[in-house]
Each structure stands twice: as structure tokens, then as C-alpha cells.
């Protein structure tokens, strides 16, 4: 059934409380509202001021232009994964990265489902053939780590095909890395509330409606599910060769502004004006699963 043709009320645990929580509910509650930023321990209770992030992005983005030309003209690849859970700010942060490089050697890849074709190749077979060639940049909008958060939480691979994704992770990486790939992996995390919240946002903004899915909703009591998978994938692919860039992202600017600076001053280009960059968060972004305990 489409989303809003019927009633979704839900019961919560959440610390420690059952909440009820239904997303048709043209307001939101009150116990999301006044807490939504500062679930997860988000190390601020305010969002970034709007000015002062639209200033500070366009100084980024000029770097990424040049960070492109720098690529164009050295053959250069620059590939980064973005994960996290539905609603983390994935695509607003590809976005925001990619609005201004020449979409002819930039671009985003995001798979749907696998073909009947595809289900029966090697598991990375699929994601190997977007990878980037001389001179692009390229950012996915998840990725393989499909398998090791939303497929074994829903049910859409086998225990067996779990495990085997887990071992052979670092070996593809390793391959990435020695082939001279610039390779992030970021993780974007986000408190539930934060979550709801922004569910709530989808459910109710007829612009962005169609960003709420069936398995946004379905997914709605398998919060604990998933942060189970996503502290075993962080512990197991968490490489020297690859390593997750936490991104605490219940500020979405805060979380964009730092996912760019991140990959900018990780390379050595052409014109590299660091002072246009700007200083690194460490509050918002860290490196490996420690960081998410981090207050």
C-alpha cells in the first residue's frame, strides 16, 4: 500500500520508555521534537547557522572544482562510499559535494536492486563496474555494505552470504587501495529521534514524500537490529588500508561541511588553499567505531 493510506502508529522503546509513535500524525511529538538534536549525544544543542554554512560551503565547493581540474589533468580517482541509516543525510551530502564539479567526470552511483542476472555474479561484481576511471570522482549512495546492514537485518541474504561479505570486504578494499584509488568510507550516524524526526519531515513535505519508503517504515522497530550490524561492520572493515570516517550528522550541515573538508585535505592538489578548507571538526568527525562512544 502507498505511503499515507493508512494509519502507522508504532510503540517504542526508547530510553527505557515505550513511546507511540505514528508517523501520520500530521505533528510531531513533543518527545522528538525537543530532543531530536541532541539524541545519540550529538555534541551540540543548536544547528549550524544557516549564513554562516552557506558561506563556508561555497569555499569548500570552489576546492572541489579545483580538486577536479587537478584530477582531469593527473588521471587522478577519487571513489567514496556514504552509509548510514535511512534518513542520515546521505544523498543531501553527496549533493552538496557534487553541485558544482563538472558532472561529465563526477557523478553519484545508487544501485537499486540487484537483477536476476546480477543475484547470480560474484556479490561485488555489480559495484566494481561503477568504480571510477582516469580523472573522476565518484561518491555511492550506499554501497556494498548493503550486505552487512539492511540485507541481513531484513532478510535479504543468508547468514552464510553475511559472513562471506565480512572476510572478503578488506580483501576488495586492499585491491582499491594498491591500485592508487583516493577511497573514503564515511558513516553518517544519526541519534532515533533524529531519525523519527525526519520520517515525520518526509511523511508530511509533499517535496519530499517520495524519499520515504516501505522500508523506512518497516524498519522502524529494528533500530537495535541495525546498530547490531553496523558495530560488527565498523569492527570487521575497519582496515589501515580502508578505514571508517565517522560523521555525526544530526546536523546536516555540520555533517556535509566536514565530509568535504575531510576529502579535500585527505589530497594533495593542485591550488590546495587550505585556509579556504577550513579546520576539521573533531566533534563531528572521527576515525574508526571508538569514535561513536565519543562525547
Known amino acids: 500500500m502507498e505511503t499515507g493510506q493508512e494509519s502507522r502508529a508504532v510503540t517504542l522503546v526508547i530510553d527505557g520508555q515505550s513511546r507511540i509513535f505514528d508517523i501520520d500524525d500530521p505533528k510531531l511529538p513533543k518527545w522528538i521534537n525537543n530532543e531530536s538534536l541532541a539524541s545519540d549525544d550529538f555534541p551540540y544543542d543548536k544547528k549550524m547557522d544557516e549564513a554562516q554554512y552557506e558561506d563556508e560551503l561555497e569555499k569548500v565547493q570552489i576546492e572541489l572544482v579545483k580538486l577536479q581540474f587537478w584530477q582531469q589533468k593527473t588521471g587522478k580517482r577519487v571513489m567514496a562510499l556514504l552509509e548510514g541509516r535511512d534518513a542520515a543525510g546521505k544523498g543531501g551530502t553527496i549533493h552538496a559535494t557534487l553541485a558544482y564539479m563538472n558532472p561529465r567526470s563526477a557523478r553519484v552511483v545508487a544501485l537499486t536492486k540487484p537483477t536476476e542476472t546480477e543475484r547470480g555474479q560474484w556479490y561485488f561484481q555489480r559495484y566494481v563496474s561503477h568504480f571510477p576511471t582516469s580523472g573522476e570522482f565518484v561518491m555511492f549512495d550506499r554501497s556494498w555494505y548493503n550486505r552487512a546492514g539492511v540485507e541481513p537485518v531484513m532478510g535479504f541474504c543468508t547468514k552464510e552470504q553475511y559472513e562471506d561479505f565480512l572476510k572478503q570486504a578488506p580483501r576488495v578494499e586492499k ?104 579546520k576539521i571538526d573533531h566533534k563531528i568527525i572521527g576515525s574508526g567505531p571508538d569514535f561513536l562512544s565519543k562525547k
Open 175 to 278: 585491491l582499491i587501495e594498491q591500485d592508487g584509488i583516493h577511497f573514503f568510507k564515511f558513516w553518517l550516524n544519526i541519534g532515533r529521534k533524529m531519525q523519527l524526526e525526519r520520517f515525520h519531515d518526509r511523511r508530511h513535505d509533499p517535496l519530499k514524500l517520495w524519499k520515504l519508503s516501505p522500508m523506512d517504515i518497516a524498519a522502524l522497530n529494528k533500530w537495535d537490529d541495525y546498530t547490531e550490524k553496523r558495530d560488527r561492520m565498523l569492527k570487521e572493515t575497519h582496515t589501515d588500508h580502508a578505514p571508517w570516517t565517522i560523521v555525526k550528522a544530526n546536523d546536516k550541515r555540520r555533517a556535509r561541511l566536514n565530509v568535504i573538508r575531510h576529502i579535500l585535505l585527505s589530497i594533495d592538489y593542485e591550488g590546495k588553499d587550505e585556509s579556504k578548507i577550513g
